[in-house]
């Protein structure tokens, strides 16, 4: 069964990067059958789409963030990232991993969620 | 971007009864590209229906989906105290994948 796992700090700086990492046990990113996003959600707010990674490296972000937002994987690991850089306080929100079934649209496996706050 | 509207915002019902939750895309999406999750609070979102019609693993029969152009329903046929929780559709007919606002479901 597989399962995610998100890391990273709870407190970043405004401008700052937020860096966080996504563990993923039970399987392989190293897969044609998915893709590997990140999607977040204000406290109280609604989900919202960031981007996402396919095995070989291919990715797409939401436009409203395509110019801070870097996904990378790291298959030795089996992990895979987001960097979004100079963040502010509209960054603040739980980041979840999710696992995007590729075959049928949708996102079957959610990490638990981490609380990131933007604040000096 | 295709944005979804979800409708009624909150719908307060009594278990055992009927809901019925509204997605309307802004522009046509095939049926195939059309998601709803169920997320309770502290909790991530978990995956009820893909392809607008088709129940994930292990989601009770109760929930169905249904598509009419546009338009995509979601409804669940006898509420349980665990169904009452906020639910949200998803679209994959275009980049960027798109969320709708989201529909509570509170108890009565």
Not at chain 1, 48 to 53: A, N, V, Y
Not at chain 1, 70 to 76: G, P
Not at chain 2, 22 to 30: G, L, M, N, T
Request: charged content about 15%.
């Amino acid at each position: 069964q597989v399962q995610l796992q998100e890391s990273g700090p709870g407190l970043v700086k405004p401008s700052q990067a937020l860096s966080l990492t996504c563990s993923v046990s039970g399987g392989s990113i190293n897969s044609g059958s998915y893709y590997w996003s990140w999607v977040r959600q204000p406290a109280g707010g609604g989900l919202e789409w960031i981007g996402r990674i396919y095995f070989n490296g291919y990715t797409n972000y939401d436009p409203s963030l395509k110019s801070r937002v870097t996904i990378s994987a790291d298959t030795s690991k089996n992990q895979f990232s987001l960097r979004l850089s100079s963040v502010t306080a509209a960054d603040t929100a739980v980041y979840y991993c999710v696992r995007d079934v590729a075959h049928y649209y949708a996102m079957d496996v959610w990490g638990p969620g981490t609380a990131v706050t933007v604040s000096s | 971007e295709i944005v979804l509207t979800q409708s009624p915002g909150t719908l307060s019902l009594s278990p055992g009864e009927r809901a019925t939750l509204s997605c309307r895309a802004s522009e046509s999406i095939s049926s195939s590209y059309l998601a709803w999750y169920q997320q309770k609070p502290g909790q991530a979102p978990r995956l009820l229906v893909y392809g607008a019609s088709s129940r994930a693993t292990g989601i009770p029969d109760r929930f169905s989906g249904s598509e009419s152009g546009t338009d995509f329903t979601l409804t669940i046929s006898r509420l349980e105290p665990e169904d009452f929780a906020v639910y949200y559709c998803q679209q994959y007919g275009r980049l960027p994948l798109t969320f709708g606002g989201g529909t509570k479901v509170d108890i009565k």
